[in-house]
């Protein structure tokens, strides 16, 4: 039996960055992409957000007066994703699920910091069980890099309903990384782009593992949905 996924008709989404790879604070906006604003002084205090290697964003789902808000992902390092959400006025408190994409360390090392400042919540945190499978990476000289995943253990102890779901996969719109970085899937941006010319995206913004040589294909390809991505940057996507 095929499963269906039903999803709720809403007014808009409003997607927040929180962590990525790339921060301008001089990039333009427009009225469906809100740059952060620069404000105090530039370099001073904790007002200046911070890229690194991993992704996080605020999803924010809004329907008439109700607005709903989850945290998708968190990022490579607990100090920057706390520092960034500080810097944004993200409010713990006004989240109501924490969604992991999927296990890769930096999608999900920002985790337990977040976790462990907010205290015990039941907030339901969603991913997929095999976030939790261990991973590495194995060097051309032999070497090993862990990639550790979420700590199961160390969630469960700070409260949190963890919701283990194998159901179907939902696209928003193109917003995130592609993973088509690096010598082993740079063959793959060229049919990712053929498949991507089927969808015909209205808004495109790859982000984080997505690569250099991939972003620029896609902005070359599809001028009109491209929007590049930076630290702080808010998507209205169905914004009137």
């Known amino acids: 039996m095929t499963a269906t996924v039903s999803v709720p008709e809403v007014d808009r989404v409003e997607i927040l960055t929180v962590l990525d790879n790339s921060l301008d604070i001089l990039m333009a906006g427009s009225e469906t992409v809100r740059r952060v604003a620069i404000a105090g002084t530039v370099g001073e205090g904790r007002t200046t957000l911070r890229a690194e290697h991993g992704f996080s964003c605020m999803v924010t789902v ?7 808000s989850f945290l998708m ?6 100090e920057s994703l706390l520092h960034n959400m500080d810097v944004l006025e993200i409010r713990p408190g ?32 969603v991913l997929h069980p095999d976030a939790f499978l261990r991973r590495k990476v194995v060097l051309p000289d032999g070497s090993e890099v862990l990639l550790p995943p979420p700590d199961r253990r160390g969630i469960e102890q700070e409260g949190v309903a963890i919701l283990e779901e194998r159901g179907t ?9 592609f993973h088509l970085t690096g010598r082993l899937f740079e063959p793959l941006i060229a049919p990712t782009v053929q498949a991507l010319k089927t969808i015909g995206p209205k808004l495109i913004v790859p982000s984080h593992c997505t690569g250099w ?18 630290v702080g940057t808010t998507f209205l996507i169905g914004a009137k």
Request: no cysteine.
């Open 73 to 78: 992902d968190a990022g490579l390092t607990k």
């Open 213 to 230: 040589k991939a972003t620029h294909e896609i902005a070359r390809v599809f001028p009109d949905a491209f929007v590049p991505n930076s």
């Open 62 to 68: 809004v329907k008439g007066d109700r607005r709903e």
């Open 94 to 125: 006004d989240l109501h699920a924490i969604v992991l994409s999927h296990g890769h360390t930096d999608h999900v090392n920002g985790l337990m910091g977040f976790l462990s400042r907010n205290g015990r919540r039941r907030l339901p945190l």
């Open 169 to 177: 996969s939902l696209l928003l719109g193109g917003l995130g990384g």
